[in-house]
């Protein structure tokens, strides 16, 4: 019963981290079909954002993860005109597109590491959403309130990014552009404020998702990447671009390295979400929630 | 004279160094409505395109009320009055039918009445009523025609550009189809209309255009092209 329990906990705060990770990188592929590398740099950037805001600026905490996602959506817009803008008609924009941010995200990752690694080589800090140590119990399982807050703030922004896309006439117009480019343009929807749009929203999403894993791990430079190949992995399972999958697929990868990490051993986590991917795929080509079937030439 | 809302002068357009289009010009007269009739793979498409602004123009040019447009984006020929109302495949697949609607007012001016707008379409197309929750890819090849319709007329615009609304549709659909562009013309609106099949649209033009190979071949009124049976059999098959 306390696995269970333990699985659970640690299950749901894997999946909410990796979820709100994923949901950006979808967004941005769903617009317009670019696999940003750099979101992981982002990710970190985003931790960095907070640590800044709260520690050497000395402003309230409250306030570091709003902070955080609009510098992270600031990056993206960065992002987008120092990379995508310019590839954008190209015929391989797609595999470009993924050289050219994964460039990106090494530049910024050397520049951290080379200006800010001696400024915060004292990690893990008391960020912007920490409740500190404190926990509850459930069952003889203790559950620290922290995790409360990552499970809260997950579902929080989850819903508002729904809501956006749902309701909203901004929103609506970046499903249409993901549905139908030409489409969308024929009804006067300018695409290319759209991706600049998206990939604001994704970055920022990004940010806030690297606070969250501060809250349980080290400020590093490299601190993104891990997180980014799950959240690479969970929309690849869920099938590219459809958001509503990555949110099952996040929860499922989350759970089963949950499940090996308390049953097996700390260690085979990773492998055990590789071993899921490959038979969800061999059983799927094109994700659990993808519709199409990719053929091979 | 006045000027025709849409001239086209001299347009040459292709695809990746092969030329579809070549030297086509025509005129669009405020009110009137126009036809390029002939058959499929021979540029129509791509004509409107061009106009519409998703494809640049290799050469020529095109203006719309006095000003010349070839070489604009399609957003911004939208918010001047250019709309193209495409085949059934140019839908918002995953949204409904209502939200499909909806994304033809996205610009602020249609947003503004598309409320009073939105219930005229349904009288005008009943059959969308019926289906407003429904997400536009299950519905049927006539639904989403209807729909393609509904969503152009909802961006306002001051032209029309119809691309062939008969195409693969059942005669009593493409029936209903007609009687659509046919009040829209009775309204005074202004209408190109692209069509691979002559018999629609002889009593319906005020001028037809015939596109063979990339090139108009041949221009004047229904009761003309009527007369000239050699004509329709050569390009047309009969």
């Known amino acids: ?297 | 004279m006045t000027e025709p809302l849409l001239r086209i002068d001299g347009l040459h357009a292709g695809y990746e160094g092969q030329i579809v289009l070549r030297d086509i010009s025509l005129d669009v007269p405020e009110g009137a409505l126009i036809t390029l009739l002939g058959p499929n793979g021979h540029g129509k498409t791509t004509l409107l395109r061009c106009i519409s602004g998703l494809m640049k123009p290799s050469k020529g040019r095109i203006e719309f009320a006095g000003k010349r447009i070839d070489g604009l984006e399609a957003d911004k020929l939208v918010a001047r009055g250019i709309v193209m109302i495409p085949q059934g495949d140019m839908l918002f697949p995953e949204m409904s039918v209502y939200d499909n609607l909806k994304m033809g007012a996205y610009l602020p001016v249609a947003r503004a009445k598309f409320d009073e707008n939105v219930e005229r379409i349904y009288t005008l197309l009943p059959r969308l009523k019926e289906r407003t929750t429904q997400l536009a890819r299950t519905l049927s090849g006539g639904e989403r025609r209807m729909l393609a319709i509904g969503r152009g007329l909802l961006s306002g615009g001051r032209i029309l550009m119809f691309d062939e609304p008969s195409l693969g549709l059942a005669p009593i659909v493409i029936d209903q189809i007609y009687e659509v562009i046919n009040d829209l013309k009775a309204q005074g609106r202004t209408i190109l209309l692209v069509e691979e099949n002559a018999d629609r649209i002889i009593e319906l033009a005020d001028r037809i255009h015939l596109l063979d190979t990339g090139q108009i071949v041949w221009a004047g009124d229904g009761h003309e092209l009527d007369s000239q049976q050699q004509i329709l059999e050569t390009y047309l098959g009969g």
Not at chain 1, 236 to 245: H, K, S
């Open chain 1, 1 to 297: 019963m306390n696995y269970f329990i333990q699985i659970i906990v640690s299950g749901l705060t894997f999946g909410a981290m990796y979820a709100l990770a994923a949901v950006g990188l979808a967004l941005v592929w769903g617009a317009f079909n670019m696999l940003n590398m750099s979101h992981g740099i982002i990710m970190t950037l985003g931790a960095y954002f907070a640590l800044l805001w709260a520690e050497y600026m000395g402003m309230p905490l409250v306030l570091a993860a709003p902070f955080a996602l609009v510098c992270g959506a600031v990056v993206g817009v960065i992002a987008y005109f120092i990379s995508a803008h310019w590839m954008l008609k190209q015929k391989n924009f797609e595999v470009t597109i993924i050289i050219a941010t994964f460039g990106l995200g090494m530049a910024l990752e050397a520049g951290l590491l080379k200006f800010l690694r001696e400024l915060f080589r004292t990690a893990p800090y008391s960020q912007p959403l920490s409740l500190g140590a404190k926990s509850f119990m459930v069952a003889d399982v203790p559950v620290s309130y922290q995790r409360l807050v990552v499970w809260a703030g997950a579902i929080v922004l989850i819903v508002l990014v729904g809501l956006f896309l749902s309701r909203t006439t901004a929103g609506r117009a970046v499903r249409a552009v993901a549905q139908n480019r030409d489409a969308a343009r024929l009804v006067g929807v300018p695409v290319r404020r759209i991706y600049v749009m998206v990939l604001a929203l994704g970055s920022g999403l990004a940010a806030v998702s690297g606070i969250m894993l501060s809250s349980f791990k080290d400020v590093h430079p490299l601190m993104g990447g891990d997180p980014m190949l799950k959240a690479f992995i969970v929309i690849v399972l869920a099938g590219l671009g459809n958001i509503t999958g990555a949110l099952y697929a996040a929860l499922l990868v989350g759970m089963v390295e949950a499940a090996v990490k308390v049953l097996i051993a700390d260690k085979y986590g990773f492998a055990a979400i590789l071993i899921l991917v490959i038979l969800a795929l061999i059983w799927k080509p094109a994700g659990i929630f993808g519709r199409s079937t990719v053929a091979r030439q």
